[in-house]
């Protein structure tokens, strides 16, 4: 179990991360908003992005279960998608199209470790959220 939630927090930890800095960005940085036309979205995208990307970040973190959770990740999941569909259709170099694919890894790395820790946690000390 100790296993488990190791790797469980360093996985979702990681993709929390990388999803606050990449919302941050987008929010502050003159170049995502390059980067944004480059990939061939609108300008509102940029913003609608960051904050569906802070709001899943909290809601991968906050320790509940239920269908809220599931789509988080499924959220973040066609997020990655899309974004390795976008880089690769744009032309972007190879590192640029996987680097999506590597999170995505480690989102369902998360994924299968939350069903894991689930199974040990008994019904009653945890929270159900939109059961």
């Known amino acids: 179990m100790k296993a488990t939630n190791l790797i469980y927090w360093i996985t979702t930890g ?3 991360v990388m999803m606050s800095f990449s919302a941050y960005l987008y929010l502050t940085s003159p170049e995502m908003e ?10 509102y995208f940029r913003v609608e992005l960051a904050i569906a990307k802070l709001l899943g970040v909290v809601g991968l973190m906050i320790p509940f ?6 789509w988080v990740y499924a959220g973040f999941t066609i997020n990655f998608i899309s974004a390795f569909i976008a880089h690769t259709a ?6 640029g199209s996987v ?3 590597i999170f995505l890894g480690l989102l369902l790395t998360s994924y299968v470790m ?3 820790r689930q199974k040990h ?3 009653a000390a945890t929270f159900v959220a939109f059961a």
């Not at 279960?65 to 599931?70: F, P, S, V």
């Not at 744009?90 to 590192?95: I, K, N, R, V």
């Open 121 to 123: 946690t008994a019904p």
């Open 99 to 101: 680097a999506p694919l």
């Open 34 to 43: 390059k980067a944004f036309q480059h990939l061939g979205f609108p300008a």
């Open 65 to 70: 279960t239920g269908r809220l959770k599931e």
């Open 90 to 95: 744009s032309g972007d170099p190879l590192s």
């Open 114 to 116: 939350y069903h894991k």
């Open 14 to 16: 990681l993709v929390a």
